[in-house]
């Protein structure tokens, strides 16, 4: 059997179950940092109970501005098997959490599948993604993901490769879109207004890169039917990458950019969405990465 790990577009091809490390920097069991009820995320996802988030550690993007680096780049997290996984799971549905809604997931599909078969979820699972994402390893979700929730970070070649390393993110990204839309259809809403199937895209509008959020605007309004997925614009972009090597980065959106996005959106056609204040932009939305419900 071949356990060199193609789960994500790196196709790093490094034995994780021999303790390997890929560029996620994890080897084959999940590692977890958090696992509570979470408010912070769009009021279709956390709702009045909160939104069931399972923070897991390392990611197959390292972007040089991440806000929590403490697990994307330092793991900071605890090692759990497979039946523990799925205890996590159960034990957050029994605290009445609206949904499961699993955080940079991508580099343990296979053990999140296996887990998620064990625990028989009665609510919806989120998928919190950057949407780098195989198509191949996405098609392996399907029928466990109810609600896809990809971030589409940029449509530049230049910046995806600047600040992830990862050149081939935008037709990546497009593709993975494409594939949750396929498997959800239509965003479903129910009568609390809370999202039990369907595609949420997010984009974080970074300093002097308006472009990328015209450019993923006019994506969604004209690859998609009218109405079909959700979008929202975030705002909460706070400079954490190296001022020296990444100046450009060095300051948070100003009042004016953030103008000229949301008036762009507002002459798109897309009528269903979220955008987040301006002064969302503080580290005060960062979770505190300390085991919580993990142990």
């Known amino acids: 059997?071949?356990?060199?790990?193609?789960?994500?577009?790196?196709?790093?091809?490094?034995?994780?179950?021999?303790?390997?490390?890929?560029?996620?920097?994890?080897?084959?069991?999940p590692v977890i940092a958090r696992s509570a009820p979470h408010y912070g995320e769009e009021p279709c996802i956390s709702g009045v109970r909160g939104s069931g988030t399972v923070f897991f550690s390392g990611c197959n993007m390292h972007c040089v501005f991440c806000q929590n680096r403490k697990i994307s780049f330092d793991r900071c997290g605890k090692t759990v098997d497979i039946p523990r996984l799925a205890e996590i799971f159960s034990e957050l549905e029994e605290s009445g959490v609206h949904n499961i809604n699993l955080v940079t997931p991508t580099h343990f599909t296979d053990k999140i599948i296996e887990a998620l078969k064990i625990a028989k979820l009665k609510i919806p699972v989120v998928w919190n993604s950057s949407a780098y994402e195989s198509v191949e390893t996405l098609k392996t979700l399907e029928g466990?993901?109810?609600v896809y929730m990809?971030?589409?970070?940029?449509?530049?070649?230049?910046?995806?490769?600047?600040y992830s390393g990862a050149k081939d993110y935008?037709?990546?990204?497009?593709?993975a879109i494409i594939e949750m839309y396929r498997q959800t259809g239509k965003y479903v809403m129910d009568d609390e207004g809370l999202l039990k199937r369907g595609v949420l895209v997010r984009?974080?509008?970074?300093?002097?890169?308006?472009?990328?959020?015209?450019?993923?605007?006019?994506?969604?309004a004209e690859y998609f039917p009218k109405d079909a997925v959700l979008i929202s614009l975030m705002s909460q972009f706070v400079p954490f990458a190296d001022k020296e090597r990444f100046p450009e980065l060095a300051r948070s959106l100003t009042q004016?950019?953030?103008?000229?996005?949301?008036?762009?959106?507002?002459?798109?056609?897309?009528e269903n969405g979220y955008f987040q204040e301006l002064s969302s932009a503080t580290d005060e939305l960062?979770?505190?990465?300390?085991?919580?419900?993990?142990?």
Request: aromatic letters at 12%; proline letters at 5%.
């Open 170 to 175: 935008p037709n990546i990204a497009r593709s």
């Open 1 to 29: 059997m071949n356990t060199r790990c193609t789960l994500c577009p790196r196709n790093c091809r490094v034995d994780r179950k021999s303790g390997g490390f890929g560029f996620c920097l994890c080897a084959d069991l």
């Open 286 to 295: 960062i979770p505190s990465f300390d085991l919580t419900g993990v142990e």
């Open 203 to 220: 984009h974080l509008i970074l300093p002097d890169r308006l472009d990328d959020a015209f450019d993923v605007i006019d994506w969604i």
């Open 256 to 270: 004016q950019e953030y103008d000229r996005v949301l008036n762009y959106l507002s002459l798109s056609g897309i």
């Open 144 to 146: 466990y993901v109810q």
């Open 150 to 162: 990809p971030d589409f970070k940029y449509t530049s070649s230049d910046a995806a490769f600047r």
